[in-house]
């Protein structure tokens, strides 16, 4: 916040000049907080994009491995109406998973891995959460409230790089 400077009731150069370097001094420190109020954001955002890599590859890798997605592509999407494609399409899941769970960590291409994974996200809700209710466990199972929450912030990480690229843009656009 600037705060008006005062002159001496004589109005002499020198009450000028110290009412200027005040007005400096007071602007400079707004900037440097604005640099930490940044850089802050940006350290939250950057534990956003790990949390949410570590929750798509702890809901990827296991079930490469043990089977999970062969049985959701054929025992759930191929029951559902989509044979012959049903094992294609829970693969294709799981590995755009992985892909945007590095790209997070990478910092790469966030807008792409972001809203690759709102798709399969919200198709989640509407194929399985939903008529489950909302709670994953507790008053209910398999409900739409983890998926809701990784949504919310998949969505507030695609915000905050918009904004860090048009702040990026607009000081790297000439005058």
């Known amino acids: 916040m600037v705060e008006s400077a005062t002159f001496e009731e004589d109005g002499s150069a020198a009450a000028h000049i110290q009412a200027i370097k005040n007005l400096m001094e007071m602007r400079m420190f707004e900037g440097i907080r604005s640099v930490h109020a940044k850089e802050n954001r940006m350290r939250g955002i950057l534990i956003l994009r790990i949390a949410v890599a570590v929750t798509l590859f702890a809901h990827s890798i296991p079930v490469m491995f043990n089977n999970g997605v062969n049985d959701f592509g054929n025992l759930y999407l191929n029951q559902i109406g989509f044979a012959p494609f049903g094992l294609a399409i829970a693969w294709s899941i799981k590995i755009s998973h992985v892909i945007s769970a590095v790209l997070f960590i990478l910092n790469k291409y966030i807008n792409i891995a972001s809203i690759i994974t709102l798709f399969i996200l919200v198709a989640g809700i509407v194929m399985i959460h939903y ?25 507030a990480i695609m915000v905050e790089e918009n904004a860090h690229k048009r702040t990026a843009n607009k000081f790297m656009a000439k005058p």
């Open 131 to 155: 008529r489950e209710g909302w709670f994953v466990v507790g008053s209910g199972r398999n409900g739409m409230e983890f998926n809701f929450l990784l949504i919310c912030i998949i969505i």
